[in-house]
């Protein structure tokens, strides 16, 4: 979606989609109109909010979890409250602790310290009020839901609008790159558990925070084949293990990413902190064994 104007997709609630279909740094964003206004993860795009911000008071900025890719332009609205999952809070205490919460080290953590500076305006913020599962929160009219829903990040949650028939599914997002489970408290068990709850949770209308954007009816089948993302992982993977391999050669294999792309250490960081995320559940399962800094498959 090229336009960057808000959409009414049910009566209160706007949708603002993200720039180029919300793919990463960007993310679809909401707008609530009620007695309160309130931005959900405002990372659509910097015109738009530059806009909003001279012609609307925004009271509450809610945050699905930590990463930059969904506080982007927070700084633009210094006056808002910021909400956000109590488990993720503390990731976003200060700068070092986000990029602990990455576990990023060496080169890599200084490049993205610069990179949470200058390109995505990070400061500390003071949380107002601390989300968790079963909070129901009144704007006004509309009511939202919080359900929180692990994996992609310790606290990450999802927001459902009951009466509006609206359910935002924040970064279960259902994209064809499949679920990103990378960080310190990410876990890939309770990522599957996540997306099947809200795949049974009936809804008019889901909205996601990268590509898709909506979907209607029920989700049961994208979910699936979101679920399935992780399952081919786990099979490229064993199958390079079948010999005896380091972690530094299974990054290069590029089984997340397919193929080489820049900038190289950006990338690299990906395939590194999803690939020792399933080289943990191997071990942890026993499928994989470890000796020295060589993983094989245990019956090889």
């Known amino acids: 979606m090229a336009d960057q104007g808000a959409i009414k ?56 979890h930590y990463h930059e890719d969904h506080f982007w332009f927070s700084y633009l609205f210094p006056n808002a409250e910021i909400w956000m999952p109590e488990l993720d809070a503390p990731a976003l205490a200060n700068l070092d602790a986000l990029l602990d919460a990455y576990r990023l080290h060496g080169a890599w953590r200084e490049d993205w310290r610069k990179m949470m500076l200058e390109r995505y305006h990070y400061h500390e913020r003071k949380k107002s009020r601390l989300l968790k599962e079963g909070d129901s929160i009144s704007f006004g009219k509309i009511e939202m839901k919080v359900l929180h829903t692990p994996g992609h990040t310790q606290g990450h949650s999802c927001f459902h609008f009951p009466e509006q028939g609206v359910f935002f599914l924040a970064d279960i997002d259902l994209s064809k790159f499949g679920p990103w489970y990378g960080d310190l408290g990410s876990d890939i068990d309770e990522f599957i558990a996540s997306i ?71 990338f690299d960081f990906g395939e590194w902190a999803l690939m020792t995320k399933h080289l943990d559940r191997m071990i942890k399962s026993g499928e994989v064994i470890q000796a020295g800094n060589r993983y094989a498959l245990k019956n090889r």
């Open 9 to 64: 997709i049910a009566q209160g609630i706007l949708f603002i989609p993200g720039i180029n279909n919300g793919k990463y740094p960007h993310s679809h964003s909401l707008l609530i109109e009620d007695e309160f206004t309130v931005l959900i993860d405002p990372a659509a795009g910097q015109e738009f909010f530059e806009q909003l911000a001279k012609t609307k008071k925004i009271d509450v900025i809610i945050l699905s």
């Open 196 to 266: 099947k709850r809200v795949a049974e949770i009936e809804c008019k209308t889901y909205v996601v925070s990268h590509d898709g954007p909506m979907f209607y009816g029920n989700i049961r089948k994208e979910a699936q084949v979101y679920l399935s993302v992780i399952e081919e992982r786990d099979r490229k993977l064993k199958e390079f293990l079948k010999e005896p391999r380091t972690l530094d050669e299974a990054v290069d294999a590029r089984i997340i990413y397919r193929k080489p792309r820049e900038p190289k250490s950006f």
